[in-house]
């Protein structure tokens, strides 16, 4: 099996860390201005995986996306120095005054381990990259204004507790806030600071298939 869809049972072969993990996340509360739903895993990263898209949406606009992936090794991975990895993907056009800061690629990483250490989603094995591509218009589109566009790859290793199980959770919630820094908007203040449980927040949805 190398990709989640539909529900998990017990008798149905996937590792109880792994199946915790999905319920966890299929039952998480994210920021409100973030639209996630379940897509299609890749199925030849790891023995098990499994995927989400979003897109932060503030008044009507959609201003970020990306994407994320949990995977499980039962056996372990030596790279990963443990049995999940978290794969992730972030994108979103800048504003002109931000495209030309040198250190821009910086500031962005500091984004995703900041916002993993404020949700006290414990981790180790970090590692990513930071690419930022100009877009130059001309004749028929001389028009538009030059845009940038920051794309952020980066993956990393959630801390396992005794048993095995991680707390996605908190890591799910330090990817919106990843997504939603990228977007440009300020830090979740009030009911939305939370990850679950309370008002202010939306629950995940299901993709319509």
């Known amino acids: 099996m190398a990709a989640v869809h539909g529900q998990l049972g017990e008798d149905d072969g996937v590792p109880y860390p792994f199946r915790h993990a999905v319920d966890a996340l299929r039952g998480a509360r994210v920021r409100s201005e973030v639209r996630i739903e379940e897509v299609t895993a890749p ?22 996306d990306g ?10 991975h030596d790279a990963w120095h443990g ?8 994108r979103a056009d800048l504003e002109p005054e931000m495209a030309g800061d040198p250190l821009l690629p910086e500031v962005s990483w500091s984004w995703l381990t ?13 590692s990513g990259t930071v690419s930022r591509a100009s877009s130059h218009f001309f004749g028929g589109l001389a028009d538009r204004p030059d845009e940038t566009r920051i794309e952020l790859r980066a993956s990393w290793s959630p801390r396992e507790r005794p ?6 959770t908190a890591h799910l919630a330090a990817w919106c806030d ?32």
């Open 83 to 90: 049995t999940f990895r978290l794969v992730t993907l972030a």
């Open 114 to 126: 900041g916002a993993l250490d404020a949700r006290g989603a414990d981790h180790d094995e970090p």
């Open 178 to 209: 990843l997504l939603c820094t990228c977007a440009g908007l300020p830090p979740a203040e009030g009911p939305d600071a939370s990850v679950r449980g309370t008002a202010g927040v939306v629950p995940l949805p299901k993709r319509r298939t």
């Open 163 to 168: 048993g095995g199980e991680i707390d996605v």
């Open 43 to 64: 199925r030849r990263l790891a023995a098990y995986a499994y995927a989400l898209e979003a897109t932060v949406v503030a008044d009507g606009e959609e201003l970020a």
């Open 67 to 76: 994407r994320v992936v949990l995977l499980h090794e039962p056996a372990g």
